[in-house]
């Protein structure tokens, strides 16, 4: 083991879209990451798709030759994350699952491990409030794909510890991420600007203003939107972001959050986007 394996072991808690995505960059980083999901399924394809994403990420030159990636275990419980030096939980958008499992890995860590969540909607303090030290509980917000955006939005609850920031912040730069600190609020910043917009332009489609290649192609050519917001919600995952806008507009009351009703619909039809197959988009792979 070298210096910064030894110092820096991630238990990273939900293999979907943003575990899978927060281990690959970890492990491109070269750390050790358990990588724990309740369903071995689940864990078995996050598997073969990170050894995807690291092929991917070694062809587009972001591994260097002379690194090696760090180890990868999986796991179906959270004993093993006993060991960890900081805990990252990415599971379902659902503040009853997230305070589940982070007041069960509060029990299990050594005091002074921060314990993350990369909720996208839920406020930090709500879930530091489940956890045997709040103040080790604190938010981040990896965009996806973490190993290509750089910038990761750090949210600090009311109770947060100045030892947790300043060991998340440790861990961010061994992964080669700026973190940008903000208050915590439901949605923080990302989330609170960029799901009402995209249930904005789904609301679009709805009303039949325009199509779905419509509203990206002039949300990207004539706004400089990267993807186009129906092109983000399939990568987001539309169920993800059908849960993160209710967490919003339960908190905030603002109408703009209520999801509308395609995006309900694509939910009931298993139209989550990029990772079933199909969304707004089809996808082959
Ligand atoms: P996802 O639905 O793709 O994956 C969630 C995973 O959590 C599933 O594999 C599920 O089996 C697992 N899980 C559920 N309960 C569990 C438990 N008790 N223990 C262990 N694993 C459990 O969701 P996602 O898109 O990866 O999102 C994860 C978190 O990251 C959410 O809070 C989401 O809001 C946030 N987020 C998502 C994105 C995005 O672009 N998808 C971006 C930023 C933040």
Same mark, same amino acid.
């Given at each position: 083991m070298d210096t910064e394996t030894d110092e820096h072991r991630l238990a990273v808690v939900g293999a979907g879209v943003m575990g899978v995505g927060i281990t690959t960059l970890a492990l491109l980083r070269g750390l050790p990451v358990l990588l724990v999901d309740v369903d071995e399924p689940v864990l078995e394809r996050a598997r073969d798709q990170i050894a995807g994403?690291?092929?991917?990420?070694?062809?587009?030159?972001?591994?260097?030759?002379?690194?090696?990636?760090?180890?990868?275990?999986?796991?179906?419980?959270?004993?093993?994350?006993? &060991?960890?030096?900081?805990?990252?939980?990415a599971t379902t958008e659902d503040l009853g699952v997230k305070a589940k499992v982070l007041a069960e890995v509060s029990a299990l860590t050594r005091p002074g491990t921060p314990l993350v969540s990369n909720t996208s909607s839920i406020p930090i303090d709500e879930l530091a409030g489940?956890? @045997?030290?709040?103040?080790?509980?604190?938010?981040?917000?990896?965009?996806?794909?973490?190993?290509?955006?750089?910038?990761? /939005?750090?949210?600090?609850?009311?109770?947060?510890?100045?030892?947790?920031?300043? !060991?998340?912040?440790?861990?961010?730069?061994?992964?080669? @991420? /700026?973190?940008?600190?903000?208050? &915590?609020?439901?949605?923080?910043?990302? !989330?609170?600007?960029?799901?009402?917009?995209?249930?904005?332009?789904?609301?679009?489609?709805?009303?039949?203003?325009?199509?779905?290649?419509?509203?990206?192609?002039?949300?990207e050519n004539c706004l400089g939107h990267r993807t186009g917001p129906l092109r983000t919600a399939d990568l987001i995952g539309i169920d993800n972001l059908v849960d993160s806008l209710q967490v919003l507009f339960e908190r905030t009351g603002d109408e703009g959050c209520r999801p509308? &009703?395609?995006?309900? /619909?694509?939910?009931? @039809?298993?139209?989550?986007?990029?990772? !079933?197959?199909?969304?707004?988009?089809?996808?082959?792979h």
């Amino acid at each position: 083991m070298d210096t910064e394996t030894d110092e820096h072991r991630l238990a990273v808690v939900g293999a979907g879209v943003m575990g899978v995505g927060i281990t690959t960059l970890a492990l491109l980083r070269g750390l050790p990451v358990l990588l724990v999901d309740v369903d071995e399924p689940v864990l078995e394809r996050a598997r073969d798709q990170i050894a995807g994403e690291l092929r991917m990420a070694q062809l587009m030159g972001r591994l260097a030759a002379d690194t090696a990636t760090g180890p990868l275990t999986t796991a179906t419980t959270l004993a093993g994350a006993a &060991d960890a030096t900081l805990v990252i939980e990415a599971t379902t958008e659902d503040l009853g699952v997230k305070a589940k499992v982070l007041a069960e890995v509060s029990a299990l860590t050594r005091p002074g491990t921060p314990l993350v969540s990369n909720t996208s909607s839920i406020p930090i303090d709500e879930l530091a409030g489940v956890a @045997q030290r709040p103040g080790e509980v604190v938010g981040t917000h990896f965009m996806n794909p973490p190993y290509l955006i750089r910038t990761v /939005e750090v949210i600090r609850g009311v109770r947060t510890a100045e030892a947790t920031m300043e !060991s998340l912040a440790a861990t961010l730069a061994a992964l080669g @991420q /700026e973190p940008i600190v903000v208050k &915590d609020a439901p949605g923080f910043v990302t !989330s609170r600007v960029l799901h009402p917009m995209i249930n904005d332009a789904a609301r679009i489609v709805q009303e039949g203003t325009a199509g779905v290649e419509a509203v990206d192609t002039l949300m990207e050519n004539c706004l400089g939107h990267r993807t186009g917001p129906l092109r983000t919600a399939d990568l987001i995952g539309i169920d993800n972001l059908v849960d993160s806008l209710q967490v919003l507009f339960e908190r905030t009351g603002d109408e703009g959050c209520r999801p509308c &009703d395609l995006l309900l /619909e694509k939910v009931r @039809q298993g139209h989550h986007g990029r990772k !079933s197959g199909r969304g707004f988009y089809t996808y082959t792979h």
